[in-house]
């Protein structure tokens, strides 16, 4: 959508902090007089989240990536810290995901990045069927969808067929369980 009034939203390179262009991915940043002044009791949080930016103004980085269209709509792409890098390539979850998700077959996918040798990571699929499918009969289907939808190095390593994926205390999926 587009920010509220009063409010200034950037989009960002994490690594140099220069702003990206229009539709380029990068982190969410948001500057207004009317946002927190930090986290209590944790400075090194603090420090994270409220950074002096060159333009003198102290913008929140929010760990969300996303990217801002010409007309000025933010649209949100993930978390930075589920953000996939395999061979120097950023890969989205959340693409994977709702490739996955868009058989026929899929109830609900998640998508973590698991260590690699020389690739730094690789996406896994953790895959939740409907009722009535089985694994051994689609898993090729699945994996051919992402060849054809995705580019190689998004395609998940490994497909893992569970009946339910783990959740936090808050109902989420628990991708640190996962990993």
Not at 4 to 11: D, E, P, R, T, Y
Not at 24 to 38: D, L, N, Y
Request: some cysteine; aromatic content about 10%; hydrophobic content about 35%.
């Amino acid at each position: 959508g587009i920010p509220l009034a009063g409010n200034h939203v950037k989009i960002i390179d994490p690594a140099t902090r220069n702003t990206k262009d229009y539709n380029e991915v990068g982190e969410i940043c948001v500057h207004s007089k009317a946002f927190m002044q930090g986290y209590l009791n944790d400075e090194l949080e603090t420090n994270k989240a409220l950074q002096i930016h060159k333009d003198g103004h102290i913008w929140l980085h929010t760990g969300d990536l996303g990217y801002m269209d010409e007309d000025g709509f933010i649209y949100y792409k993930g978390r930075i810290k589920r953000m996939i890098i395999t061979s120097g390539y950023n890969v989205y979850p959340s693409h994977i995901e709702s490739v996955i998700e868009s058989h026929p077959a899929v109830l609900q996918c998640s998508v973590v990045g698991v260590a690699h040798p020389y690739k730094q990571e690789v996406p896994k699929a953790f895959i939740v069927l409907k009722e009535g499918y089985f694994s051994m009969f689609v898993k090729e289907d699945i994996k051919k969808l992402c060849q054809k939808k995705l580019a190689k190095y998004m395609i998940p390593s490994e497909f893992v067929f569970r009946k339910r994926l783990p959740k936090t205390k808050l109902g989420k999926v628990d991708f640190k369980s996962l990993q």
